[in-house]
C-alpha cells in the first residue's frame, strides 16, 4: 500500500520559517517526481515546487528564493524548507508523487502564517 504522509506544518509569524516533510511508503522516492502543492479554500490547488527523478527542481515564481525542495533517498523523504514566510503562504500543502503509471497524493498539513 502506498503512502504519502505529510507533517511539519503549523503556526508561523511572517517572516519565520517551517520545513515540510513528505514520508513515503510503497514507492521509492527517488523514481518518482515528487511535487508539493497548496490550497486554499475556494481556490484551485497550486504546484509550488518539484523536484524530479533526476533530482532537477522548479518552483512557482511566488516562492522561488524562500522555499526550497530537497529529497533524502536514505530516508525516503522529500522536504520543502519554507523562509521567509508571508500570510499568502497560508494553506493546506500536500505532496504529490508521480511516475508514468501512477499519481499518489499524501493528506496535507496545514500551514498558517499569521502574526
Same mark, same amino acid.
Request: positive net charge; glycine residues 10%.
Given at each position: 500500500?502506498?503512502?504519502?504522509?505529510? #507533517? !511539519?506544518?503549523? =503556526?508561523? %509569524?511572517?517572516g519565520? #520559517?517551517?520545513? =515540510?516533510s513528505? $514520508? @513515503?511508503?510503497?514507492?521509492? $522516492?527517488?523514481? &518518482?517526481?515528487?511535487?508539493? &502543492?497548496?490550497?486554499?479554500?475556494?481556490? %484551485?490547488?497550486?504546484?509550488?515546487? +518539484?523536484? +524530479?527523478?533526476?533530482?532537477? +527542481?522548479?518552483? $512557482? /515564481?511566488?516562492?522561488? !528564493?524562500?522555499?526550497?525542495? #530537497?529529497?533524502?533517498? @536514505?530516508?525516503?523523504?522529500?522536504?520543502? %524548507?519554507m523562509?521567509s514566510?508571508?500570510?499568502? /503562504?497560508?494553506?493546506?500543502? &500536500?505532496?504529490?508523487?508521480?511516475?508514468?503509471?501512477?499519481? &499518489?497524493? !499524501?493528506? !496535507? +498539513? %496545514? $500551514?498558517?502564517v499569521?502574526?
Open positions: 500500500q502506498v503512502q504519502l504522509v505529510e #507533517s !511539519g506544518g503549523g =503556526l508561523v %509569524q511572517p519565520g #520559517s517551517l520545513r =515540510l513528505c $514520508v @513515503a511508503s510503497g514507492i521509492t $522516492v527517488s523514481v &518518482y517526481s515528487i511535487s508539493w &502543492y497548496r490550497q486554499v479554500p475556494g481556490k %484551485q490547488r497550486e504546484s509550488v515546487a +518539484t523536484i +524530479t527523478k533526476t533530482g532537477s +527542481t522548479n518552483y $512557482v /515564481d511566488s516562492v522561488k !528564493g524562500r522555499f526550497t525542495v #530537497s529529497r533524502d533517498n @536514505a530516508k525516503n523523504t522529500v522536504y520543502l %524548507q523562509n514566510l508571508k500570510p499568502e /503562504d497560508t494553506a493546506v500543502y &500536500y505532496c504529490k508523487g508521480v511516475n508514468l503509471w501512477s499519481i &499518489y497524493w !499524501g493528506q !496535507g +498539513t %496545514q $500551514v498558517t499569521s502574526s
